[in-house]
């Protein structure tokens, strides 16, 4: 081969990459007209444009927080008490909200009964109002609770020494429903499924058990609904309707 002679096959390789680089050029023609396109601008260019109108701090005004103006947190305290949120602990959420809802409705009643009236009682022997008040206040935070930490039942009773006097039984009852509820709020919903065994040496699940915890005390509020009506004492509607107007506004 002398010198300056090119291949037949160079040269088809030749003419088949400048026949590419037309049709490429075509098409970026075509397309240039449609979009306009600086070829002068390079990669370098635009990161260094984007670099520039970055901003400085990429939060935003509305999220610059002054902290020396905080507030307390209302709901601090409560933390200490409830170790579960709604949603990482539902179940026991939505226990322990409708047995508030059921204790409201009690010491509604409870507001009802005359200071005077706190010691009687219809037959001798039988509970007395201020009984059925210390007993609620009492199985609700030495059974109840106890058991639902899988312990034994403390229940002391009912006894006048645990509280004498309306207001020292109301305040007694509230004492024991706030411990009680720092305990069942210490729960989760796994707890729940786990067993504890009641004074009666049956083996109920926690969560049974402190739903017939609502039931009892749902009961002995009716005692004392009924106990007050002996008495002669207006009560108030259980849900804001009497009977009586309840079939009123019944088609």
Not at 208 to 213: A, D, F, Q, Y
């Amino acid at each position: 081969m002398t010198a300056g002679h090119i291949c037949p096959a160079v040269k088809r390789d030749r003419r088949l990459l400048a026949q590419e680089c037309g049709r490429y050029t075509a098409v970026y023609t075509r397309i240039a007209r449609v979009i306009p396109v600086d070829i002068s601008v390079t990669n370098a260019d635009v990161m260094k444009k984007k670099t520039s109108e970055a901003p400085q701090d990429d939060l935003r005004p509305h999220y610059d927080f002054d902290y020396a103006k905080m507030k307390p947190n209302r709901f601090a305290g409560e933390a200490k008490v409830y170790k579960r949120t709604p949603m990482d602990q539902p179940q026991v959420t939505e226990l322990l909200n409708y047995f508030e809802r059921v204790r409201e409705r009690t010491m509604r009643v409870v507001a009802c009964i005359p200071p005077e009236r706190v010691d009687w009682t219809y037959r001798e022997g039988k509970f007395t109002l201020g009984d059925l008040m210390r007993h609620l206040a009492s199985i609700e935070r030495w059974m109840f609770a106890e058991n639902a930490q899988r312990k034994a039942s403390r229940y002391p009773g009912h006894g006048i020494e645990l509280a004498d006097g309306y207001d020292t039984i109301v305040a007694f009852m509230r004492r024991m429903h706030e411990e009680s509820m720092a305990i069942f709020g210490a729960l989760t919903d796994g707890d729940l499924e786990q067993k504890c065994v009641t004074p009666g040496g049956a083996a109920l699940r926690i969560g049974k058990w402190l739903r017939l915890m609502i039931e009892h005390e749902i009961h002995h509020r009716g005692q004392i609904y009924l106990y007050l009506a002996m008495l002669g004492i207006e009560t108030p509607p259980l849900y804001g309707l009497t009977e009586e107007e309840v079939k009123r506004r019944s088609g």
